[in-house]
């Protein structure tokens, strides 16, 4: 358990950094080609640790169709609505809205698939975690809600397509982590790279080296990365509880910002962090536990 809480965590810090990189990348790079690029480069990247590994991707239709789906859910159309959004949306709002992520993977599994046992525990899960939220940015960060509607709905449809991308991925259960990973990036890239050639016209553009930064970083260890982390946890601790990483991702960019830019935290805010501990540790224990039994 400690190995997948340090996974979840190190997942946490890649993905809540993965805002930032993405509102920098988009000041100067459209969000289609951003995320065209960021897929292709992940996809890529992941592509050569397959060969150097000396291992192959599958070749069958039927599992291919199965990355083609959880690239639509998992990367292409969650990463372009996020982009998008974030031309007006700031990066903290965006993390804060997609923190609600296990919510929904929740509420799928309670009232859909049922695949995993609705709990006690975890139902304290959810409930601790969103107060933990609450306490670690205060209720202050909350007051731009409403402004920008509609880039605020596209955050919030991301993170239904990241719960329903939680639970279909269980469905790769016995692959090496990072052949989902590669394939569903290869696949996000090739629905992505024609709509920016026409959307965009990538060649017209003038790319600062900020955003061209970002956009390797995004890619490298936002994406390529994190999806190898995140199939992994998938397999270990369920898709409610590898979603639970939404609330840490906010916490944890708190403390960055605490070690490395003097930024203070008050006592609400630890209060915060407490509850969100409290909420991953229930809703990744069971699933651990039931998985030793097994």
């Not at 709509?195 to 060649?203: G, M, N, T, V, Y």
């Amino acid at each position: 358990m400690t190995k997948e809480l340090a996974l979840l965590l190190a997942l946490s810090t890649l993905w809540g950094a993965s805002y930032t990189f993405i509102k920098i990348g988009v000041e100067t790079i459209p969000p289609v080609t951003l995320i065209a690029l960021r897929t292709l480069i992940a996809g890529m990247a992941l592509l050569a640790v397959i060969g150097w590994r000396g291992l192959k991707l599958p070749r069958d239709a039927a599992t291919w169709a199965r990355f083609l789906f959880q690239a639509c859910l998992n990367s292409a159309v969650p990463f372009t609505l996020i982009a998008w959004a974030e031309q007006s949306t700031d990066a903290g709002l965006a993390a804060i809205l997609n923190s609600t992520t296990p919510i929904f993977a929740f509420l799928i599994t309670a009232l859909i698939t049922r695949h995993e046992p609705v709990t006690v525990r975890k139902l304290f899960g959810v409930g601790a975690g969103l107060i933990g939220i609450c306490l670690v940015i205060g209720v202050q960060a909350l007051s731009g809600l409403g402004e920008g509607l509609m880039a605020q709905l596209a955050i919030v449809l991301a993170t239904v397509c990241y719960a329903g991308a939680a639970i279909f991925g269980r469905n790769f259960k016995g692959l090496d982590p990072i052949m989902p990973a590669a394939g569903s990036l290869v696949c996000g890239a090739a629905l992505l790279i024609p709509a920016s050639l026409i959307i965009d016209k990538p060649w017209t553009l003038a790319p600062s080296l900020g955003s061209i930064l970002a956009l390797v970083a995004l890619s490298i260890f936002s994406t390529a990365l994190a999806f190898v982390i995140y199939f992994r946890l998938m397999q270990t601790l369920g898709s409610v509880g590898a979603t639970s990483q939404a609330y840490l991702r906010v916490p944890v960019g708190v403390a960055i910002g605490a070690v490395f830019l003097g930024e203070s935290l008050n006592s609400s805010a630890w209060a915060g962090l407490v509850c969100v501990v409290a909420g991953v540790a229930a809703m990744t224990l069971p699933a651990r536990r039931k998985l030793a039994a097994a």
